[in-house]
């Protein structure tokens, strides 16, 4: 390994190569900042950055929130508002400034500026980091804080180490004011923190940095001569207590922050299956898939372990401190037992970039010593692969059409329009709109529904409506009323597409809906009990607001409406009303000669509230295909007490029957 007193790269050129290498990643991470968000930056945008500071840090009942990344997104929403360049600045200033963070981190480790800047071109070049840049999402600030963390780690072990065994790899006798070294543990804690606040996966890399420095101080101080050993207690103490205190700082305000929301968190976890020794060698080789180079992930895998070697070699105790950093978080994770999605340890690309980098560099210096003449071009050999493993072709991310489709349904519809939205892209058409498709769906049961539009992909020979979110789950297994759940479809040949919006296309129903008559809903009369826990204390009646009341006393029950309909061809089944209390409604269809409640879908995941009087009122739409000359009804169940008003019931059908 090269050493800082003899780089292999002339000085004069590094600043202007690292400022290549922040321009090419410039270059790569630009395009396409100012498309439509999409579906997860709208959890952080829409839902959490909205709320107050306190709310942020001890919320998590949803996922995305990354804490110190929503706070940013908060600030630049206040000064700049909702546009999707100024949300997405704080990911991509992180992610370009974790480019020249990993020069630093390399060089201070590696003592090689050609270490520095290969890893600094890696990270600039890799396709992961690049498109997480692109993303109003916290991983590209973790990546940041995290290369911080262990770049200032590094140097205050080093130089207390320096200050008390008078040499240790990379750094010369230290003559300054030792209070100086202050401020670089305090970088430590601040960055660490930092990046826990982000997400707090990186609270494994805390525990990872803090044992590779352990063992860096075991290892430099170990050796110290016999003379030295009668103090050696009182130095290591010494030695010990500044990485005490800043990982002491960490594990406070970590344990402040998240403990409270640890429930949130094992429900918000992605992935979250249990992780064991025997499925530990499947968990790394899926995470090393996911986060490292798109190609040669075996040679790139050699090219770490030798540049482990060789750090270990050249600079004492530097290979073992970065293959702590590579290594310990995924088994600190066994021993969690959880495993969770691979870019929760994207905290990991920057370290093992510096160890491909360092093996590389002492492959083509070991190539140039034993070579001589032309044979000295095959030193280019290691960068090459290099190179060739990591080399992707970027392109800027698909436009999604959501921002115009969006803007379309706020000014193209109206009351009486249902607008279908599937559950992959209702948030981000709701956000555009303004809120316009749950406007259009909370008017729905007053105004019926004149018009059906279904947004959707185009190409597609039918729409899955297990897409969309599922009505209830609720089931009165005791009654034998179980929902049925299928996958749902509805072809495409029964909608027209009428505006296109990149990848997004507004469709509408070729027919209209026909309203059905099932009689007075609102009306006790209309319905018979069919299921109740205790039939005595059950209850149906008609309110003073014309509304249906079932009140099931605590326990469940189920009615049923006494007029069924048939379809004469196979449709769409709508029905829509609105709703206090506790329940749902539903259709029952008839197979041989008995009642089997079958599970609707909803056009939007979003609720459809009013606040009535002061009582929260549902609005609920539901859908179902429903098949030709089969007999169909309503029933409503509760397990408390649900009133029912405003009942609609229509009929969609189709021009070809469902294949």
């Known amino acids: 390994m090269t050493d800082t007193r003899s780089p292999s790269i002339p000085s004069r050129y590094v600043l202007p190569l690292l400022a290549l290498c922040v321009g090419l990643g410039a270059t790569l991470r630009l395009p396409g900042i100012g498309r439509s968000f999409e579906q997860v930056e709208l959890f952080t ?58 020069f630093w981190f390399a060089r201070r ?58 040499t240790t790899p990379g750094v010369g006798p230290i003559h300054s004011n030792p209070h100086n070294d202050v401020w670089i543990w305090f970088g430590v ?12 996966s990186a609270a494994l890399l805390i525990g990872a940095g803090t044992i590779g420095a352990l063992l860096l101080i075991r290892s430099v101080s170990g050796r110290s001569s016999g003379s030295e050993s009668a103090d050696s207690g009182r130095s290591r103490l010494t030695l010990l207590l500044p990485l005490v205190l800043a990982t002491l700082a960490i594990t406070v305000h970590t ?96 370290f093992s970039l510096v160890a491909i980098a360092a093996g590389a560099e002492s492959l083509r210096l070991l190539i140039m010593r034993k070579t001589f003449g032309t044979l000295r071009w095959a030193a280019a050999l290691p960068l090459i692969a290099v190179g060739a493993a990591f080399y992707s072709n970027v392109s800027a991310p698909m436009e999604t059409g959501y921002r115009d489709a969006g803007r379309y349904v706020a000014e193209q519809t109206g009351p ?40 959707g992909r185009p190409g597609t020979a039918s729409f899955r409506l297990d897409d969309l979110m599922l009505a209830s789950n609720f089931t009165t297994d005791a009654a ?32 209209s809906p026909t309203p059905i008559d099932l009689g007075s809903l609102n009306q006790a009369d209309e319905w018979h009990l069919y299921y109740a826990e205790d039939p005595a204390t059950t209850s149906i009646t008609a309110t003073t607001a014309s509304a249906l009341r079932l009140d099931a006393a605590g326990g469940a029950a189920v009615i049923h409406s006494r007029r069924r309909v048939s379809f004469s061809q196979n449709g769409l089944a709508l029905i829509a009303l609105n709703k206090r209390g506790n329940g749902y409604a539903s259709l ?24 009535i009087e002061g009582d929260t009122v549902h609005a609920e739409v539901a859908l179902a295909p429903v098949v030709a000359n089969r007999d169909y009804g309503l029933f409503l169940t509760t397990h408390d007490v649900v009133e029912a008003g405003d009942w609609r019931v229509s009929f969609l059908p189709y021009k070809e029957p469902i294949h």
């Open 255 to 350: 344990a402040l922050v998240y403990l409270p929301l640890v429930e949130d968190l094992r429900d918000q976890a992605p992935g979250g299956q249990a992780l064991t020794i025997s499925g530990f060698a499947d968990f790394l080789s899926a995470t090393w898939l996911a986060i490292g180079p798109p190609r040669l992930t075996w040679l790139m895998h050699l090219f770490t372990a030798w540049g482990l070697i060789t750090l270990a070699g050249a600079r004492r105790g530097a290979g073992l401190f970065l293959g702590a950093l590579i290594g310990l978080p995924l088994v600190l994770n066994l021993a969690l037992g959880t495993q969770a999605e691979p870019r929760l340890y994207l905290f990991l690309v920057p």
């Open 189 to 200: 804690a601040l960055s660490g923190s930092l990046a826990t606040l982000t997400l707090p």
């Open 109 to 166: 480790l590696t003592g090689a500026p050609s270490v520095g800047l290969l890893s600094a071109l890696l990270l600039a070049a890799h396709p992961l980091h690049i498109s997480l840049s692109q993303q109003s999402r916290g991983y590209t600030l973790l990546v940041f804080f995290a290369i911080l963390y262990a770049g200032f780690l590094w140097l205050g072990v080093t130089r207390t180490l320096a200050r008390h065994a008078g």
């Open 588 to 611: 029952y269809e008839v197979t041989d000669d008995e009642p089997q409640a079958l599970q609707m879908v909803t056009p939007l995941a979003a609720t459809a509230i009013h606040i």
């Open 416 to 455: 009486g329009d249902l607008v279908i939205v599937p559950y992959i892209m209702d948030s981000a058409i709701g956000f555009y709109s303004a809120g316009a498709t749950v406007d259009r769906m909370r008017a729905i049961p007053e105004t019926g529904i004149n018009r059906v539009l279904f947004v």
């Open 480 to 511: 034998d009323h179980r929902d049925t759940y299928a996958h749902l479809r509805l072809p495409t040949a029964a909608f027209t597409a009428i505006r296109h919006f990149g990848s997004t296309v507004v469709h509408t129903s070729r027919s």
């Open 45 to 102: 945008i829409a839902v959490f950055a909205t709320r107050s500071a306190i709310d942020i840090i001890t919320s998590y009942d949803l996922p995305n929130n990354h804490i110190f990344h929503t706070l940013c997104v908060r600030v630049m929403q206040g000064f700049l508002g909702n546009s999707e360049w100024p949300l997405r600045l704080p990911a991509l200033l992180a992610g370009l400034a974790g480019i020249p963070a990993a």
